[in-house]
């Protein structure tokens, strides 16, 4: 079955740590996506890449870092920097050919 | 830019009753438009897309939206509501030039509440 794996479903991060969350999609897909949600907020884009070894920063990337050196994933990493870490982030992809956002089931990031 | 406005936070409604969840966008042409679904917890699924076309879309789980021009509108609706319809509903635009390979704005969502 074809679809976006995320991992870990559930993260706890230390102060001063960086964590890095996973996004595998084998949809075959061309762009890649990282949102961040927050109860009332709806859904903020924090990076998206359209094709291997490029991406560009959404609304709220200050904190974060990503890399898309394979088509197949796009690691997010949220860095020491990043103050108010604590959401549930959802990665997604899409194609060129009228393919929608297709989403991952998400992780939660809570600081110890 | 484009932007998207759920003026309903929190919408109750009884098992059986019709639904209408509301979504205006602000674009300067047509644009792309979907409504995604998401229980607790989860991640977004796919209820239906307009591309272009009959302004009546048909989607999954029996619901349905109109785009209006004329109202920057894409309406949800469906006529009878089940317990499990239950979720978050978030509407989104997308940019056509951009394609579907871009990025998409959403609204902040309404959340559905069934009661038996």
């Known amino acids: 079955d074809g679809g976006i794996t995320q991992s870990p479903k559930y993260l706890f991060r230390k102060e001063g740590q960086n964590v890095t969350l996973s996004c595998e999609q084998n949809?075959?897909?061309?762009?890649m996506y990282w949102y961040r949600q927050d109860p009332g907020q709806g859904l903020r884009l924090i990076y998206y890449?359209?094709?291997?070894?490029?991406?560009q920063k959404g609304d709220i990337a200050e904190g974060y870092s990503v890399s898309r050196e394979k088509k197949e994933s796009f690691p997010l990493t949220v860095t020491s920097a990043q103050k108010n870490p604590t959401a549930f982030y959802l990665c997604?992809?899409?194609?060129?050919?009228?393919?929608?956002?297709?989403f991952g089931d998400g992780t939660r990031l809570s600081i110890l | 830019a484009q932007s998207v406005t759920q003026p309903d936070i929190h919408i109750t409604v009884s098992e059986g009753a019709s639904l209408e969840l509301r979504c205006n966008y602000s674009?300067?042409?047509?644009?792309?438009l979907f409504w995604y679904v998401q229980s607790p917890g989860q991640g977004l699924q796919l209820l239906l897309k307009y591309f272009s076309g009959d302004t009546l879309v048909q989607g999954i789980k029996g619901f349905e939206a109109e785009f209006k021009r004329s109202q920057s509108s894409f309406n949800l609706r469906k006529p009878s509501v089940h317990w499990s319809d239950a979720a978050e509903y978030f509407c989104?635009?997308?940019?056509?030039?951009?394609?579907?390979?871009?990025?998409?704005?959403f609204g902040t969502g309404t959340r559905l509440q069934v009661t038996l």
């Open positions: 997604a992809s899409s194609d060129r050919q009228n393919q929608p956002q297709h």
């Open positions: 890449s359209q094709i291997v070894n490029d991406f």
């Open positions: 949809l075959n897909h061309d762009a």
């Open positions: 674009y300067g042409a047509t644009p792309y």
């Open positions: 989104a635009v997308g940019d056509p030039v951009a394609g579907t390979a871009s990025k998409l704005t």
